[in-house]
């Protein structure tokens, strides 16, 4: 279970306060306006933000001060996911050797992975030399390898069009089901959570509220998420 | 976790720049304690500090009143050849001093094209040496600097005001006061300021074209204390007094100056409305076409007279560039070993220490170094057997202020945009710098490894204190061949150095960039 405890986290003169858990396994999309902290709270799980009260744990272990690359968390950001001078494959290669010196064992499990993602016959080329979907599913295998237990999305798909966030997005769901990792993922888009999500965070007014199920909160939204959704 | 979390630590840039201060420091220090022996100011010294401001003054004023129209011309014209003349309005930061000495030479001088000209209308001969020289000397380098830094502000203007200029049917005279005015008033005085701060150091440009008691600079006078006196003493508190002027002047030009003129985006055209009558296109072609020749004539000066020379070229011509070469290579590797971890530990927010050092990096004169370490290793070993390595080192320091210019605000971009996926992914220190950094900044490394290649390659400085009469540089050795009035053998040696020094640059600044993607 992720549990963030009575935390507070500041960013610049913005602030954010957290009290929730969210079960191992759940899928959790985390919706609200802009500016309202979304990815203030992806980024302090993450570790890119201190916390400047309570505590973050994963299971029985205590996340608060780990360093972002030590905490048990694979993260995509909004853009910027690929090293532009590395090939596909070492890309994904970083999910398990940041020196990029791999073991044989290691370079077949990117293969792998690369293959899982429909890549295969891509893994030499660089970035420039791949298409946004392309390039968002080396990414996703490079998540694969990794193997981490909270996968967390910064609306990595913002830029692609309709149809092909909508396939990134059930790529990442059938992922997630197959390793059993926690998702959270920030959308601006109720269509996503419903899409792919089991439980929403409502992120408001400097509060991220516990979760709760898509399907009851997005059919009877209280007011706050209602301004929201227009 | 006080901080945000960063992909590197600044430990090592901090103490790169830790040995930088050290090193400015502590030979100035050196220099302090050993000029309580002597005796304050001469009528000498006073007729130096005069002199090394006059010229500085009047080759600023100069340089940058002609750069306005030059500036002007380029930033409105289109023209073919245009982007190849501003690439050479580039050239002067790199092309070695003493080169640009005997190109001028070549063409003002007493024997020179010009003097020859006046000849046959039956006019006396042109004197390039004293005030005017140095003067001369200083615009043709400090003029093409000018016109870039006045031309970068031409170019910012977005081409929005152009067009409602255009729309408000202004003429020349609204167009002044409407746009060209206030960007001069942004740019010129830096502009003054970082050309003036630059002809304060002059070095070689005196030891060649000035001398004598009415045409010597402090940075001279330093260097004659100590050749030809011995007299540390005085050379030290030269050294003070020059360290005084240069810091006061490198603090005034870094106050005024937002950009450093090496920006690769000048030679993109604006669309432009206006300058199109008569007077203005006559106007425009006249300075564009003045300028190119000032530049252009003594470098072909140069090339024309070295070709001749060539063949009969002396055997320690080609020896002495054999030391140049490995001189100038130590000093970028050196120059690499310091600015990198200090441009990492800028770019993760360590910048005050990282600035103070380039600030006294410009502030720092190669002469005023050189002096303090020779008084530093004079009680322990020959200095004349350290005259490489100490070259090499203050060679290093003086490309450092610039590489950091180039370096920094590459090295923030790149952990702006990676820092957090390397964090994410465990990269941090090494793994980072080597799979992110270099090949990230390999362009921004490659352009500072070609200027520090190609100012070391061209120095004549330091190495004026500390050789002796068999080991020379191949600028040491030009200037010795001048002195020998061995004019054809230095000319040669002038094309040999010109062809390394640019080639140097080539050659690193190409590295860098060779399949580099976007």
């Known amino acids: 279970m992720l549990k963030l405890e009575e935390c507070k986290i500041t960013n610049g003169g913005f602030s954010l306060a957290v009290n929730l858990n969210i079960e191992r396994g759940k899928r959790v999309a985390v919706i609200g306006p802009s500016g309202a902290g979304k990815s203030t709270l992806i980024e302090a799980i993450a570790g890119f933000l201190p916390l400047a009260a309570g505590t973050i744990a994963w299971g029985a272990d205590c996340l608060s001060n780990l360093e972002p690359g030590k905490r048990p968390v694979a993260m995509l950001f909004q853009d910027g996911n690929l090293f532009p001078h590395l090939t596909a494959a070492q890309n994904v290669a970083l999910g398990l ?126 007011p706050a998420l209602r301004d929201y959704l227009g | 976790m006080a901080e945000r979390a960063q992909p590197i630590n600044a430990r090592t840039g901090i103490g790169a720049a830790l040995f930088v201060a050290a090193l400015i420091l502590g030979t100035l220090a050196a220099v302090a304690l050993r000029a309580e022996e002597g005796r304050g100011l001469g009528s000498s010294d006073w007729a130096a500090l005069r002199f090394t401001l006059t010229q500085a003054i009047l080759s600023a004023v100069l340089s940058v009143g002609l750069a306005i129209p030059v500036a002007r011309a380029l930033a409105r014209r289109r023209f073919a050849g245009r982007s190849a003349l501003i690439a050479l309005l580039g050239a002067p930061f790199i092309l070695p001093v003493i080169v640009a000495i005997l190109g001028l030479l070549h063409v003002f001088g007493r ?137 006061g002047a490198a603090l005034i030009a870094l106050r005024f ?20 009558g008569v007077g203005a296109q006559t106007f425009d072609v006249f300075w564009i076409g003045i300028a190119a020749l000032f530049l252009l004539l003594p470098l072909s000066a140069i ?120 964090l994410s992914l465990d990269m941090k220190g090494f793994p980072f710098v080597r799979h992110v950094l270099l090949l990230r900044m390999r362009a921004q490394i490659g352009f500072s490894a070609g200027l520090a290649a190609a100012l070391s390659m061209g120095d004549l400085g330091v190495i004026t204190l500390f050789a002796d009469p068999d080991t020379a540089t191949l600028p040491l050795q030009i200037y010795r061949l001048m002195g020998a009035y061995r004019m054809d053998a230095a000319a040669s040696g002038a094309l040999l150095l010109l062809v390394l020094s640019l080639g140097a640059f080539w050659v690193f600044d190409r590295g860098g960039r060779w399949h580099a993607e976007a």
């Not at chain 1, 295969?120 to 946004?132: E, V």
């Not at chain 1, 439980?199 to 509060?207: A, F, R, S």
């Not at chain 2, 100056?257 to 199109?276: K, P, Q």
Request: net charge neutral; proline share 6%.
């Open chain 2, 303 to 422: 090339v024309l007279s070295g070709l001749i020379g060539l063949s009969t070229l002396p055997i320690e011509v080609f020896k002495a560039a054999g030391i140049s070469v490995i001189l100038a290579l130590s000093s970028t590797i050196i120059l690499l070993l310091m600015a990198l971890p200090m441009s990492f530990a800028a770019a993760v927010g360590k910048r005050g220490i990282i600035e103070i050092s380039g600030i006294l990096g410009l502030a720092a004169s190669p002469l005023v170094i050189g002096t303090g370490l020779f008084i530093l290793i004079h009680p322990f070993a020959n200095p004349t057997v350290l005259a490489l390595p100490v070259t090499a080192i203050v060679n290093a320091v003086m490309a450092l202020p610039f590489a950091l210019r180039i370096l920094v605000p590459r090295a923030r971009q790149v952990v702006g945009q990676y820092g957090k996926l390397g």
């Open chain 2, 111 to 247: 024997s020179g094209w010009i003097s020859q000209a006046l000849g046959f209308v039956g006019l006396p001969p042109l004197s390039i040496y004293g005030l005017h020289g140095v003067v001369l000397a200083h615009v043709f380098f400090n003029l093409p600097l000018a016109t870039r830094l006045i031309l970068q502000a031409w170019q910012e203007v977005p081409s929005e005001q152009y067009r409602l200029a255009a729309q408000l049917n202004a003429g020349p005279r609204a167009m002044f006061g409407l746009i060209e005015l206030p960007l001069l008033k942004r740019v010129v005085p830096g502009a003054l300021a970082i050309v003036f701060a630059i002809c304060l150091t002059s070095f070689a440009v005196a030891l060649t074209l000035g001398g004598g008691p009415r045409a010597t600079t402090i940075e001279l006078a330093i260097y004659q204390a100590f050749r030809f006196d011995f007299d540390l003493g005085r050379a030290a508190i030269l050294s003070g007094l020059q360290l005084i002027l240069t810091a």
């Open chain 1, 97 to 222: 050797r940041p020196d990029l010196r791999l073991s044989t064992a290691q370079i077949s499990q990117v293969d792998a992975a690369l293959e899982r993602v429909g890549l295969s016959d891509f893994s030499a080329r660089k970035p420039a030399a791949l298409s946004g979907g392309q390039q968002s599913r080396v990414a996703l295998a490079r998540v694969l390898v990794q193997g981490r237990d909270l996968l967390l999305l910064d609306e990595p798909f913002a830029a692609l069009g309709p149809a092909l966030k909508a396939e990134m997005l059930d790529l990442v769901s059938d992922l997630v089901r197959e390793t059993g990792a926690t998702l959270l993922m920030v959308s601006h888009d109720p269509a996503d959570a419903r899409r792919i999500a089991d439980e929403v965070v409502l992120v408001v007014d400097g509060i991220a509220h516990p979760p709760q199920a898509v399907d009851a909160l997005l059919d009877n939204p209280p």
């Open chain 2, 257 to 276: 100056s937002r950009n450093h003129g090496l920006g690769a985006e000048l030679d993109r055209v604006l669309r432009r409305w206006d300058g199109t």
